[in-house]
């Protein structure tokens, strides 16, 4: 039953997630009712149940029946997965203080990685008022959970891995915001799942564009019909959270590090 009330919470967080992704520095305030993005009209209170009212409308607004992201359900349905898999990473362990401060953290860093994915994939830049909450709530969970220093030391080597490309590729390659977000996740996972969450990153990361790339050639994908090319600027943070959070349900050691800090 905690799973299944997890994952429920999880998918309301997800729905406000949503909503301050696409707010976030545009203006306009989290306040007030949702509404449809291209006619204007208010949604009611049955049309703004996570995942079940996306796919009761078929993904159309009821009213100008223009077709709704699908970043909606996704958003909600994986924040839902976020809060589940949060609490399974943490067991065994006493159900305590300490344990729910962890686990606090734990999804409160990932709801905040969630709404740095979305605006990095609409805005292709991160901003440094969410990245650095990200990185004292991922601190807060290492200092908490009394890691080693080889696991602080993991984010650190993360941050200066994409600092390193940023520099020398003088922004072209990969954007500073990523490197910030490196130095959370690495706070976060530690040295074993961080560095494991980064390879994850680049191979989802790489099987996506690529795909991406053999598509455009057939298919309309882009606005005015652009192609994506190897030269196309695609946004990194939602891999690297995505590569996060594969790491953390897994227990991912792709690197057989354990044996080595052992």
């Known amino acids: ?56 409308r078929l993904g159309r607004c009821r009213s100008c029946r223009s077709p ?5 359900p996704a958003v909600e349905l994986f924040t839902g997965f976020v ?4 609490y399974r990473a943490l067991l065994p ?31 292709k830049i991160i901003p440094d008022s969410l990245v650095y909450p990200a990185i004292v709530l991922a601190g807060a969970f290492s200092a908490v959970a009394h890691r080693p220093v080889s696991d602080w030391l993991a984010g650190v080597f993360i941050f200066l891995f994409f600092f390193t490309i940023w520099f020398i ?53 882009f606005k005015a019909g652009k192609k994506l090319t190897i030269k196309s600027e695609i946004p990194f943070a939602p891999f690297l959270v995505f590569g996060a959070w594969l790491a953390l349900i897994f227990h991912a050691d792709l690197f057989h590090l354990s044996s080595f800090i052992k």
């Open 68 to 72: 709704i992201a699908f970043q909606y």
């Open 93 to 123: 362990g006493a159900f305590d203080a300490r344990f729910l401060i962890l686990f606090i953290l734990l999804a409160a860093t990932f709801c905040v990685y969630i709404v740095i994915a979305i605006y990095d994939l609409r805005h």
């Open 169 to 221: 590729s003088k922004g072209k390659a990969m954007g500073f915001g990523d490197a910030k977000l490196g130095l959370s996740i690495g706070f976060l996972l530690g040295l074993v799942r961080g560095l494991s969450a980064l390879a994850f990153a680049f191979w989802v990361g790489t099987a996506v564009a690529l795909a991406l790339m053999m598509l455009s050639k057939t298919y309309p994908l």
């Open 83 to 86: 809060f589940v898999y949060a």
């Open 1 to 56: 039953m905690i799973y299944i009330f997890l994952f429920i919470f999880g998918t309301i967080i997800g729905s406000f997630l949503n909503v301050l992704g696409l707010r976030y520095n545009s203006g306009l305030g989290i306040e007030g009712r949702s509404m449809c993005l291209t006619c204007g009209e208010t949604l009611k209170w049955h049309e703004l149940i996570p995942v079940v009212s996306y796919f009761f």
